[in-house]
Structure formats: C-alpha cells, structure tokens
C-alpha cells in the first residue's frame, strides 16, 4: 500500500528553523514527483515546493523561496524541507504529497502531515 | 498565479440529496483540475483528475465536469460519510493552486 509518513515537526521560535521528513513506502519512489503543501490553523491547501524524480527540477512558492529548501535521497524513499528563518504565519500542518511520474499533476497520496508551531 | 474560486463556501444538506460545488480558474486550464475530499483532522484525499476522471475506488456518487474556466463537482445521493471540506485544484501552471474550500454539512 502506497504510504507517506512525514516528521520532524515541533515547536520553534520566530526566526528558527527545522528540518521535516517524509518516508515514503509501497511505491516506487524515484519514479515520481514530490511535494509538500501546508495547511494554517482553520485555513485551506497551499502548496509549498516540488522535486522532480532526480533532484533536478525544484520550485517554490513565492511565501517560502529563500527560506525553503526541499531535497530527496531515492536510496532512502524521503524526502526534505529544511526550515529556516521561520514566521509565526508559517505556523500550519505541512504534508508531503507525491505528485505524477511527468510533473506535479496530482497530489495523491498524502502523508498524515506534521504540525509545526511557530511562536516566542 | 492562477486564482481558483470555489463556492459556495459552506452549504448544508440533507441525506440523498444531489449536492453541487462549482470551481471557477481566473484563466483557461483547459482541464487540468483536481478535486479533493478532506474530512475533519486527517489528511486531503485525492478524487478525480482530468476535471471528470474518478480515482479508483472513489465512489460512483461522485463525479465532476467542465473546462476552460468552469467547472462543477456533484455527490450525487449525498451520505453522511460525505460531511467535509472539497478543494479544487489546477494543475495547468505553476504554482499549483487550491480554491478556498466548501465545508459540507448534513442537515
């Protein structure tokens, strides 16, 4: 069964970082586009960045590029968002999504996602 | 960025009724729009592609339509397991982008 698990998040400071993972399991992994996307307190969908399948197509949202930095490793089904210089609004649940073998496409599945909590 | 709006935002209805949320791009897409199901503290689930493909193992009662700007998703025999919150979203340009949401009700 095609399965994500994300993790890594917490608590941090305004001005902190984190690094959140994502294990993926019961697909093959390399043969596809990642993403993640998050969700505010009580508010919608919004996506964060994608991965193509080797590393060599990135993109962000204009909210997180320059503080974002998404990162996979094939040989260990996962991959990465390294936080840094944090704001309260990016206070949200974060998930991992894979996206199409050819781009973003769709996002399915999606991991359970992981709470992250920005606040002093 | 393409702007996606949903309505209605919210609408409440009773068990066996037809429901319809439409979906409307602020540019072609042509028809590179997904619909998503995210009922109350999990994750979205993801329910058609292309404007009007059913995932597997999706239920028949729910399907969807349009192109260009346009577009309309229908529970058709709504159920009480359908109480949620649908998405749509283009997949047309970058960024990817989610309309606002429709939280649905039973009466």
């Known amino acids: 069964q095609e399965h994500l698990v994300e993790s890594g998040g917490g608590l941090v400071k305004p001005g902190g970082a984190l690094r959140l993972s994502c294990a993926a399991s019961g697909f093959s992994f390399s043969g596809f586009y990642m993403s993640w996307l998050r969700q505010a307190p009580g508010r919608g969908l919004e996506w964060l960045s994608y991965?193509?399948?080797?590393?060599?197509?990135?993109d962000y949202a204009d909210s997180v590029k320059g503080r974002f930095t998404v990162s996979r490793d094939n040989a260990k089904n996962s991959v990465y968002l390294e936080m840094n210089s944090l704001r309260d609004d990016d206070t949200a649940v974060y998930y991992c999504a894979r996206g199409s073998r050819t781009g973003i496409g769709r996002f399915h599945p999606w991991g359970q996602g992981t709470l992250v909590t920005v606040s002093s | 960025d393409i702007q996606m709006t949903q309505s209605p935002s919210s609408l409440s209805a009773s068990v066996g009724d037809r429901v319809t949320i439409t979906c409307q791009a602020s540019q072609d897409i042509r028809n590179y729009l997904n619909w998503y199901q995210q009922k109350p503290g999990k994750a979205p689930k993801f329910l058609i592609y292309?404007?009007?493909n059913l995932e597997t193992g999706v239920p028949s009662r729910f399907s969807g339509s349009g192109s260009g700007t346009d577009f309309t998703f229908t529970i058709s025999n709504l159920q009480p397991e359908d109480v949620a919150t649908y998405y749509c979203?283009?997949?047309?340009?970058?960024?990817?982008?989610f309309g606002q949401g429709t939280r649905l009700e039973i009466k």
């Open positions: 979203q283009q997949y047309d340009k970058l960024p990817p982008t």
């Open positions: 292309g404007a009007s």
């Open positions: 991965i193509s399948r080797d590393g060599e197509y990135i």
